[in-house]
């Protein structure tokens, strides 16, 4: 088994759920259908998912100073990898 598959990868969201005009959420920066289907995806889809919020929270902080996503993106260390499977 390879080491991706081996991991547990801790559910993203950050409990400030507010979606915009394409459904992604301001907080975990997730698709809806991301958000509703993360109990349902293995270990690689998971860490797939993360990259992408992970590149929506900088595009969106870049196109908005001083938002929640800039907030995020200075003060986490971004450990998606970890215990929780929520």
Request: hydrophobic share 35%.
């Amino acid at each position: 088994m390879n080491e991706a598959a081996q991991m547990t990868v801790a559910n993203p969201c950050v409990r400030h759920c507010c979606l915009n005009e394409q459904d992604i959420c301001l907080g975990c920066f997730r698709s809806l259908s991301e958000i509703t289907g993360w109990t349902r995806m293995d270990t690689v889809q998971r860490l797939r998912i993360l990259d992408l919020s992970r590149h929506r929270r900088q595009l969106h902080a870049k196109n908005h100073p001083g938002s929640l996503a800039m907030y995020l993106l200075n003060s986490s260390n971004d450990s998606e990898v970890g215990r929780s499977n929520k």
